[in-house]
């Protein structure tokens, strides 16, 4: 089955400055990848997604962009705020199912 | 508007005791639904999912079992939850299993003492 990895693990920026999270994928059919923010005591909230059929997407502060080829796909924050502060979660899909990332802790420091 | 309903929030329970946690769906027909583990650390497991009524895969053997008495209601069930079914559960719906978002609930906190 699919098999999703995110690096790093921990990720702590000053604010204002950009924040990049890496994923892999293992399944060379996988064709949508999507990006969960989960804050503490909440449930993950999807915050942008893109299909293998485009290269990158981008909303307002959040792009994703996609290599096919070479089977990883990274979620890019700019302009790095407080309340950026959580774990964040990849996932791909595959067999039914999304399959996730381990998450990173992403710490915005004022 | 599709909303996740998703109850207990949090949950303390004695080892031995049963477990009912209920997971209902709105503003759509037919989800796929799922129930999730978050243990310690933030890794999301698969424990089940279910494409339709009474079609309910399990993804790891323990303690916990699944139904979907109806359409838009999952239910993650323990008749004598242990001390490691403490985590914190999640349960998701999405509406083409496997190739689109999967939204998920709130979440129940359950500590098992």
């Known amino acids: 089955g699919e098999n999703v990895e995110q690096h790093p693990s921990t990720l702590s920026v000053q604010e204002g400055d950009s924040a990049v999270i890496k994923c892999t994928y293992s399944d060379s059919a996988s064709n949508y990848f999507p990006w969960y923010k989960q804050e503490l005591g909440k449930g993950p909230q999807l915050i942008i997604d893109i299909r293998s059929n485009v290269g990158e997407k981008k909303d307002q502060r959040i792009a994703v962009t996609l290599n096919k080829t070479a089977k990883h796909f990274s979620l890019h924050i700019t302009e790095t705020q407080p309340e950026d502060s959580a774990v964040y979660f990849c996932a791909a899909n595959g067999n039914n199912r999304l399959a996730f990332g381990k998450g990173n802790q992403v710490v915005v420091i004022p | 508007s599709q909303t996740i309903h998703q109850w207990p929030a949090t949950l303390v329970q004695p080892v031995g005791s049963p477990l009912s946690l209920e997971c209902t769906v709105e503003?759509?027909?037919?989800?796929?639904l799922y129930w999730y583990r978050q243990a310690a650390g933030r890794g999301l497991q698969l424990l089940f999912y279910s494409i339709g009524i009474d079609q309910i895969s399990s993804e790891v053997p323990q303690n916990l079992s699944a139904s979907r008495p109806q359409d838009r209601q999952f239910i993650l069930s323990s008749k004598k939850l242990l001390l490691s079914d403490s985590g914190f559960y999640l349960c998701?719906?999405?509406?083409?299993?496997?190739?689109?978002?999967?939204?998920f609930g709130q979440g129940t906190r359950l500590t098992v003492v």
């Open positions: 503003g759509t027909s037919n989800p796929n």
């Open positions: 998701a719906w999405s509406v083409i299993a496997g190739q689109g978002a999967a939204f």
